[in-house]
């Protein structure tokens, strides 16, 4: 996968998915988070991007 398809808009802009490897690398680098820290924030607070922002302490 090339830099440029890891920066592509997800599918859903408001859900965090980790089912396609592009939007793992998009929400990772969105809060620069590594795979493994956006995979636990998922897992722990779902997939709504406001709830893994805030569980990340990321501002939107």
Avoid: I, K, Q
């Amino acid at each position: 996968m090339t830099p440029e398809e890891s920066h592509r808009t997800p599918l859903n802009p408001a859900r965090v998915s980790l089912e396609r490897e592009e939007e793992c690398l998009y929400w990772a680098n969105r809060f620069s988070v590594s795979r493994d820290e956006l995979v636990e924030a998922v897992d722990t607070v779902g997939d709504d991007v406001d709830a893994v922002a805030a569980y990340l302490n990321v501002g939107r």
